[in-house]
């Protein structure tokens, strides 16, 4: 199983940047997907982004199209979460997530391995 470790996560004003990563260890970083997830307060899990272990497919959540671009740098076994023109509805602990498959995280909301999140909050 890998063990991932979030970071980058911090207070914002609305339309600010954040960089969120994700470091992992104890498994082959390269032979998973990766995906990230978010939690607002009251509000069930729900899915941001994923890619391909390879990095050649990336999926989106509607809501994040266009602002927000998930990358990652095997080399490093880290993966990546840029989150432009941020919104207050944006405000959210957000999940690094390990699986087997890109789509499938998208499609099911779950993923084998979990970071233990990182908080987001964007002021109006």
């Known amino acids: 199983q890998v063990q991932l470790v979030e970071s980058g996560g911090g207070l914002v004003q609305a339309g600010g940047s954040l960089r969120l990563s994700c470091a992992a260890s104890?498994?082959?970083?390269?032979?998973?997907?990766m995906g990230w997830f978010r939690q607002a307060p009251g509000k069930e899990r729900d899915f941001v982004a994923a890619i391909s272990w390879s990095g050649h497919r990336t999926y989106y959540a509607d809501s994040v199209k266009g602002r927000f671009t998930i990358s990652r740098d095997n080399a490093k076994d880290t993966v990546y979460l840029q989150m432009n023109s941020l919104k207050p509805e944006d405000t959210a602990v957000y999940y690094c997530a390990a699986d087997s498959s890109a789509s499938g995280m998208k499609m099911s909301l779950s993923a084998a391995s979990w970071g233990q999140g990182t908080q987001v909050t964007v002021s109006s």
């Open positions: 104890g498994r082959t970083f390269s032979s998973y997907a």
